[in-house]
Nanobody
Framework: QVQLVESGGGLVQAGGSLRLSCAAS????????SGWYRQTPGKQRELVAQ???????NYADSVKGRFTISRDNAKNMMYLQMNSLKPEDTAVYYC?????????WGQGTQVTVSS
């Protein structure tokens, strides 16, 4: 059974930093493309950052230069380092692994950036 569990969210002032973590069980980050998404009330879930199996990354324009996605294959963990946070980064952040047959999601972690 696949399970993704996010952690690391919280309340931070604008300009601050947070690091989100995603622990996977039943599936390996190293074998599939993975990513972080975020969603605010009334809006569609949007891509924040992606990481493919060979380490190529892709970022939303709004977070380029501020956020960094990474993974630790030995620990089967994925991370999102978020620096220079802005109030508009406030959202629920979700961890995702996409396979040929399915998309897997975590339960989400709330990030709130105060101005």
């Amino acid at each position: 059974q696949v399970q993704l569990v996010e952690s690391g969210g919280g309340l931070v002032q604008a300009g601050g930093s947070l690091r989100l973590s995603c622990a996977a069980s039943g599936i390996a980050f190293s074998m599939h493309s993975s990513g972080w998404y975020r969603q605010t009330p009334g809006k569609q879930r949007e891509l924040v950052a992606q990481l493919n199996t060979i380490g190529t990354t892709n970022y939303a324009d709004s977070v380029k230069g501020r956020f960094t996605i990474s993974r630790d294959n030995a620990k089967n963990m994925m991370y999102l380092q978020m620096n220079s946070l802005k109030p508009e980064d406030t959202a629920v952040y979700y961890c995702n692994i996409g396979t040929v047959f399915n998309d897997y999601w975590g339960q989400g972690t709330q990030v709130t950036v105060s101005s």
